[in-house]
């Protein structure tokens, strides 16, 4: 709590399902002020309807505006940064737009942290950055290398990233695509049977985030340990507890393949095998030194609990069955 209390901290993209999270948890750690950076007018709105705090400061900008960046950033101490283009698919038709955002944008914010002297920097990453194959992947990638690699150098900013799985029942992702779905008729879209995502609630995402925050040193990557599941079985799960809900029978649904869109991977990947040599495991995280500085540091002389050298991929994670999917969607009022 310390960390944050009678702080000033900015929040980019700080109106989407990831950023307005870390909003309403950092108001119970006793902030000064929060402040909301996010392009969406629409977006502060219905942040303030949700959330109505006299300590939230609504600003509308873009982190490519490095000016904007500037002028939200002035005083701050702390920053979260949840501003993306996040959506392969369309970042794979708009790659100028994508590197504009989340390689350009973040290079500004890094800048004006370093120009600004704040305190702490959190990027929000994905797992879609490791071996991309997709534009969006590959714009992370270089979020992720832009904000680690700011602490070589002289300045005492604390720099940091956080890695994703999919985040449950967040906007864009499978599970309100799979609800409406199951409302609307008796057909399910999968894009490929073998499909298997790392998964994470979004409270336990949020409070990696906050933890990172209060652990990193400077150029650290923090994974939360995570469960993988196929993403036929939940999708077969939540037609058999909503359809019925629904007054339809679970048989009577079709489930149509319809293949991977482009730049989608069958499984995704949170941490390469090279990656691992610079990882170390620290109760439920995974901290994923960085390798310039762990080789010409002090850091990879003293790496306890080494993890083993090893890709950290959902197709070779234990996956959890139906029953264990059904249990997690009902235990976060998912279903």
């Given at each position: ?5 009678e ?35 629409e977006?502060?709105?219905k ?12 600003l ?23 501003a ?8 794979e ?8 955002t ?26 879609k ?16 290398k ?19 799985g ?7 992702s ?12 008796n ?5 490929d049977?073998?499909?298997?995502r ?9 409070n ?8 990193v040193?400077g150029?650290?990557?923090?994974v ?8 036929q ?23 149509k ?28 995280m ?22 083993n050298h ?26």
């Open positions: 709590m310390e960390l944050f209390k702080k000033t901290i900015l929040v980019t993209g700080g109106c989407g399902s990831i950023g307005s999270e870390i909003v309403k948890q950092l108001l119970e750690y006793g902030p000064s002020s929060i402040r909301v950076l996010d392009n969406s007018e977006g502060h709105f942040l303030k309807q949700k959330i109505n705090d006299s300590r939230i400061r609504h509308i900008g873009d982190i490519r505006d490095r000016e904007r960046a500037v002028r939200a950033m002035e005083g701050a101490d702390i920053v979260f940064h949840a993306a283009l996040k959506h392969v698919n369309l970042c038709y708009n790659p100028f737009e994508a590197v504009s989340n390689v350009i944008g973040t290079k500004n914010l890094v800048d004006v942290a370093i120009q600004e002297k704040v305190d702490c920097f959190i990027g929000i990453s994905t797992d950055a490791v071996s991309p194959i997709n534009t969006m992947g590959a714009t992370k990638l270089l979020s992720e832009i904000i680690t690699n700011a602490p070589i150098g002289k300045n005492h900013v604390r720099f940091g990233c956080v890695r994703f999919n985040v449950l029942n967040s906007s864009g499978v599970i309100p695509i799979f609800k409406k779905q199951i409302q609307d008729g057909e399910i879209t999968i894009t049977e073998k499909m298997t790392f998964f994470m609630d979004l409270p336990d995402a949020i990696l985030v906050l933890k990172a925050a209060t652990q040193k150029g650290e990557t923090f939360l340990k995570m469960q993988a599941i196929k993403i079985d939940l999708a077969e799960v939540l037609v058999e507890e909503l359809a019925p809900k629904y007054g339809k029978d679970p048989k009577d649904f079709k489930y393949i319809i293949g991977a869109r482009p730049g989608e991977k069958i499984d995704e990947c949170l941490l390469t095998k090279e990656e691992s040599d610079y990882t170390v495991a620290i109760d439920d995974l901290i994923l030194r960085n390798s310039l500085l762990a080789k010409y540091g002090s850091d990879i002389k003293n790496m306890n609990n080494k993890i090893a890709e950290y991929n959902s197709s070779n994670v234990k996956l959890l069955n139906k029953e264990g999917i059904r249990n997690i969607l009902y235990e976060k009022n998912l279903i």
